[in-house]
């Protein structure tokens, strides 16, 4: 599976946009990218996943590049519970396959 | 929305003793994983599971692990002989098919002391 890097941590506001970043520039054709959080020591929660279109759901929006070497989750109005470990995998479209969790990015919300 | 159960949320075990750790997958699910957490270290893969067999497991699992579905519905996870090393998060999850998303259960904290 592609890897892939996120900055470790970052800080937002409250009621702002929480945008996080994920570089995986040898993402290959079949993998998707997948986001997950991770709240304090609960399991790691999916958040939404995409292979090259833009995609929204009721947790986030996932804006993958062109070339899909990159991708940025928004959360558009962050809360104090979504402080967490956020997660972005590449992972290869294949039966059974896993998830690989790298170090992710510490989000802590603000007030 | 479905969950993934593990039991217990908490074990604390001796050194040397087995311990089964417990999950009961979501119910239409056909693709079940084990993975841990050491405190302040990444999630790990341990083992997949389809079919009643291995897929795929890392070098974590050996032969110290073993995972059973013994009726169908739970999802079991054995450590044969604990070591002081296996204290850690242990998460079960679940998924529908090939590129599904995967469901983790809350996890259930082993101590082995």
């Known amino acids: 599976d592609a890897k892939t890097t996120q900055p470790p941590s970052m800080d937002c506001a409250e009621g702002r946009a929480a945008n996080l970043p994920c570089n995986h520039s040898?993402?290959?054709?079949?993998?998707?990218v997948y986001w997950y959080r991770q709240i304090h020591s609960q399991g790691p929660q999916y958040i939404i996943h995409?292979?090259?279109n833009n995609e929204t759901n009721e947790m986030a929006s996932l804006i993958i590049t062109e070339d899909r070497k990159s991708s940025t989750l928004i959360l558009p109005h962050a809360t104090l519970r979504d402080t967490a470990v956020y997660y972005c995998?590449?992972?290869?479209?294949?039966?059974?396959?896993?998830?690989?969790f790298g170090g992710g990015t510490r989000v802590l919300v603000k007030p | 929305e479905p969950e993934v159960t593990q039991t217990p949320s908490h074990q604390v075990t001796q050194m040397g003793q087995e311990v089964i750790l417990r999950c009961v997958p979501i119910?239409?699910?056909?693709?079940f994983y084990w993975y841990r957490q050491i405190l302040g270290q990444k999630v790990e893969f341990l083992v997949s599971?389809?079919?009643?067999?291995?897929?795929?497991k890392s070098e974590i699992f050996d032969d110290q692990f073993s995972v059973e579905r013994p009726d169908g519905s739970n999802f079991t996870l054995k450590i044969r002989s604990t070591k002081l090393e296996d204290s850690a998060m242990y998460f079960c999850?679940?998924?529908?098919?090939?590129?599904?998303?995967?469901?983790f259960g809350s996890g259930t904290q082993l101590s082995v002391l």
């Open positions: 999850a679940s998924g529908a098919g090939t590129n599904e998303k995967l469901f």
């Open positions: 040898t993402i290959s054709g079949n993998e998707y």
């Open positions: 995409g292979l090259k």
């Open positions: 995998i590449v992972r290869v479209k294949a039966a059974g396959n896993k998830l690989t």
């Open positions: 119910s239409n699910h056909l693709y």
């Open positions: 599971f389809y079919n009643n067999e291995i897929s795929e």
